[in-house]
């Protein structure tokens, strides 16, 4: 089965653009989880869809929006870049079901704003 | 909100040495995974361990849910097991939303 896959896996924009980064779950997943990963505040959660609803929302500003397909894939967009948001941005899919909250991660997205 | 602790940060171990990861965690939570990320960046799923104890190969891994903590052993380490190995908890409630812990750093030389 194939994991999680996300595009483009490696992007450079330039501050003030925007972006936009991908992620398809595993067959079958129906919640999609995006974090973002940077050396100084490590791993944070940064939304969650679910049935094409975002279900949960971690603390970032709204520059920082996403949405999911109905089958399943998944969208996240950042306006107006800054330095601070290069990062690795990683996108994980679970079941959802009782007993099927296991969260696969796909390889990431490393972003670099200049 | 829940806070989650790992240690020992760094750990730097000889090739065939054991070692002990610990993460310790504030609040109740429902989910409790390990991962080991690799020089890549890519997450790779070691145990989904919200209680009780799980062995795959050299690896085993604990939660004791009513104490807040989890334990993950490596056995006969080898150079390929360095990289950085999170826990990551999920409280009650709150959805497909994972806390991270700061990650141990683990180097095996040879």
């Known amino acids: 089965k194939a994991g999680v896959t996300q595009t483009p896996r490696y992007l450079i924009k330039t501050r003030g653009q925007q972006v936009t980064l991908s992620c398809s779950p595993i067959?079958?997943?129906?919640?999609v989880s995006w974090y973002q990963q940077t050396p100084g505040q490590g791993l944070q959660f940064l939304f969650e869809?679910?049935?094409?609803?975002?279900?949960n929302k971690g603390n970032f500003p709204g520059r920082f929006s996403g949405r999911q397909f109905s089958n399943s894939r998944s969208e996240m967009n950042v306006s107006t870049l800054e330095l601070g948001d290069s990062a690795l941005y990683l996108c994980?899919?679970?079941?959802?079901?009782?007993?099927?909250?296991?969260?696969?991660f796909g390889p990431g997205t490393r972003l670099t704003v200049t | 909100g829940i806070q989650v602790e790992q240690s020992p940060p760094d750990l730097i171990l000889q090739e065939g040495a054991n070692s002990t990861l610990r993460c310790n965690f504030s609040?109740?939570?429902?989910?409790l995974q390990w991962f080991h990320q690799n020089p890549w960046g890519q997450l790779i799923n070691l145990f989904y361990?919200?209680?009780g104890t799980k062995q795959n190969g050299r690896l085993s891994a604990t939660t004791v849910a009513t104490e807040r903590y989890s334990l993950l052993y490596i056995s006969s380490s080898q150079t390929t097991d360095s990289g950085v190995y999170f826990c990551?908890?999920?409280?009650f409630g709150y959805g497909q939303n994972f806390v991270f812990g700061p990650g141990t750093r683990l180097s095996v030389l040879p």
């Open positions: 609040d109740s939570v429902n989910n």
């Open positions: 994980a899919s679970s079941r959802q079901g009782a007993g099927e909250a296991e969260q696969y």
């Open positions: 067959s079958g997943h129906r919640s």
């Open positions: 869809y679910f049935s094409e609803t975002q279900r």
């Open positions: 990551a908890v999920e409280r």
């Open positions: 361990i919200p209680s």
